[in-house]
């Protein structure tokens, strides 16, 4: 062999170690990121199917409500930012404002076990009646599988699902992502502007937006 036959040969070797490096980098990333990256859901598509159980230890699925417009809502209480919309009575408020509507409010709890914000149905229930909360179920997701289904990636993160069972918004209750209660009335609400133009049949001016908060706590 020729010492420039070799010279390739050593160069197309050393190329395709650095790629099988690059690919296995590549893969580690979205382990670590549990496959986030992996698992959007998309708006103006059929939301995610899922079968989850309350914290009244009923069992209820997506599909049960369909018909009718669905928020999700992922929380975890002893998140400040849940704090400040939940303290503050901005939570419950537009949960009552939204189900007096006849919409669908899912809470979901996606923290795992040993998890900030992990609780069991008994304890869900309490912290909602002490906050003056109101949402329609409370759903025990301690395993993230549907968390990770949505891609939900804070506390608060809120998904809103049409009568279709169409995706229609995704991202933050609203646009300053501070957990200072003087910010709420400045900002640019969201998911109260989305709802009120789902029901009026209008197309969502903000369809998606960026969520803020705590990051979920999932499982490893």
Same mark, same amino acid.
């Given at each position: ?83 400040? !919309? ?17 919409? *669908? ?13 992990? *609780? ?36 608060? !993160? ?9 995706? *229609? ?21 969201? *998911? ?29």
């Amino acid at each position: 062999m020729t010492r420039s036959m070799t010279s390739k040969t050593s160069f197309l070797r050393g190329l395709l170690s650095r790629r099988t490096v690059l690919a296995g980098a590549a893969t580690s990333v979205l382990l670590a990121t549990g496959g986030l990256a992996r698992a959007q859901a998309q708006l103006d598509q059929p939301a995610p199917a899922f079968t989850a159980t309350t914290a009244e230890g009923k069992t209820v699925s997506l599909d049960s409500y369909k018909g009718k417009t669905v928020v999700l809502e992922w929380t975890n209480h002893d998140c400040p930012f849940v704090k400040k !919309h939940y303290g503050s009575g901005n939570i419950p408020a537009l949960q009552k404002e939204a189900t007096a509507q006849g919409v *669908v409010w899912l809470q979901v709890i996606s923290s795992a076990p040993g998890q900030q914000g992990h *609780v069991d149905g008994p304890t869900a229930l309490k912290l909602n009646k002490d906050r003056g909360a109101a949402p329609t179920q409370v759903l025990l997701d301690p395993s993230g599988q549907i968390g990770k289904s949505y891609g939900a990636q804070t506390s608060p !993160h809120l998904f809103i699902v049409n009568p279709q069972g169409v995706l *229609v918004y995704k991202g933050g209750i609203d646009s300053i992502a501070t957990a200072k209660v003087d910010d709420i009335p400045k900002a640019d609400p969201y *998911v109260k502007t989305a709802l009120g133009e789902l029901a009026a049949g209008k197309k969502i001016t903000h369809a998606s937006t960026k969520p803020y908060g705590c990051s979920i706590k999932y499982g490893s």
